[in-house]
C-alpha cells in the first residue's frame, strides 16, 4: 500500500511561522510540521507543549502534517 500513512502524537515545540512549527515525538526526534489545509484555512494556532496529531508518509520521517490538537 503505497499511499499508506503513519499517524502518531507529537508535541510542538516551537513556532517558526504561521503554518510551519518544530515538534518532538514520542521517541526524541526531532521534525517540521506544517497545518493540514482545513487548519490553514481556520487559523489554527499552537502553543509550545501542545500535543497534536500528526501524519507522516513512510518515505521522510522529517516532515509531518499537523491533523489536529490531540484529545
Known amino acids: 500500500m503505497p499511499d499508506a500513512t503513519i499517524h502518531t502524537v507529537g508535541t510542538i515545540l516551537e513556532n517558526l511561522n504561521p503554518v510551519l512549527y518544530r ?10 510540521a506544517h497545518l493540514s489545509k482545513p ?7 499552537f502553543a509550545e507543549k501542545d500535543r497534536v496529531v500528526l501524519e507522516l508518509t513512510p518515505f521522510d520521517f522529517d516532515q509531518a502534517r499537523i491533523l489536529r490538537l490531540e484529545a
Open 23 to 32: 515538534v518532538s515525538l514520542s521517541n526524541g526526534k526531532i521534525i517540521l
Open 39 to 45: 487548519l490553514t484555512e481556520a487559523k489554527a494556532e
